[in-house]
């Protein structure tokens, strides 16, 4: 794969994952539900940047179909445990939202 296509590819990871963050945005002008600081959408920024970098590096780097999808599953299991720790605490480490 060039090298141009793998960072194409990245920009569209890290385009898409980034405009997740205008659901919140936009709930919050509509809704007193949705209460999130700058500090909220710059956590959640971050995760999603971490995830898009890290699925790009499992697509450069392992070759196998099979690796590829045992590796991305990993990877959003624990995006999604982290994500729900810091949202609600469902572990109760200090880490948890409540």
Known sequence: MEVSQSNKRLKILMVS????????L???QF????????FDFAVMGIMLSTLGIALEV???IFP???????LIAII??????????LAVGV????????
């Open 76 to 85: 959003f299991l624990f995006f999604l445990l982290v994500w729900a720790e």
């Open 17 to 24: 994952f980034l405009s997740l963050l205008l659901i919140p």
């Open 58 to 60: 499992i697509l450069r």
């Open 26 to 28: 936009i709930a919050m």
């Open 64 to 70: 196998k179909k099979s690796q590829r999808i045992w």
């Open 31 to 38: 809704s007193t539900e949705v209460n999130w600081s700058p």
């Open 91 to 98: 572990f109760g480490t200090i880490l948890s939202g409540n």
